[in-house]
């Protein structure tokens, strides 16, 4: 078996036009979660509303992003707790996650929505579906740790 790979998420952004626009031309997975407020999902609570990915320089993060941000996505409910609840994003590129074993970016996706609902028992509240179902996946899911705790409201 391969070593064991650890997914952190050390970077934490305001989910704002200024450092969406950094984003613009990157390719990868993101996620977006409110700064102070947890979601009671039924296993444990956490912040992570929303895991998505973009797939094209042209489709990138920041307009991803972006999308989300105004409702253009057609995400409402990623529109409604942005100016609801502060709200923030980190986002891990494709180049860092090829580590994985994969270069389809619907595998990737995939494999952090089904992690998330191992740990939590649901996906997050605003994916309003799974993704693509991957039926020989290439990612070895046995050898990842993702580190959801990123997303667990922070103790002062």
């Known amino acids: 078996m391969q070593n064991a790979i650890t997914i952190s998420f050390p ?25 102070d407020t947890a979601i009671p999902y039924p296993f444990r ?16 993060i920041g307009n991803r992003l972006r999308g989300h941000l105004t409702g253009q996505s057609g995400n409402l409910g990623l529109m409604n707790y942005g100016m609801r609840y502060r709200t923030r994003f980190t986002y891990q590129s494709f180049e860092l996650l090829r580590v994985l074993g994969t270069d389809n970016l619907y595998e990737l996706e995939s494999f952090f929505l089904t992690d998330f609902m191992s740990s939590f028992g649901c996906f997050p509240i605003c994916n309003g579906q799974s993704g693509i179902y991957v039926e020989s996946p290439l990612i070895d899911a046995r050898r990842v740790t993702v580190l959801w705790e990123s997303f667990d409201v922070k103790k002062e």
Not at 12 to 18: C, G, M, N, T
Not at 22 to 30: D, P, Q, S, T, V
Not at 45 to 60: P, T
Request: glycine share 8%.
């Open 11 to 35: 970077e934490e952004y305001p989910f704002s036009e200024r450092p969406i626009n950094l984003l613009r031309g990157l390719i990868g997975i993101y996620f977006i979660y409110l700064a």
């Open 45 to 60: 609570q956490s912040r992570l509303i929303y895991i998505g990915m973009s797939e094209s320089k042209q489709n990138s």
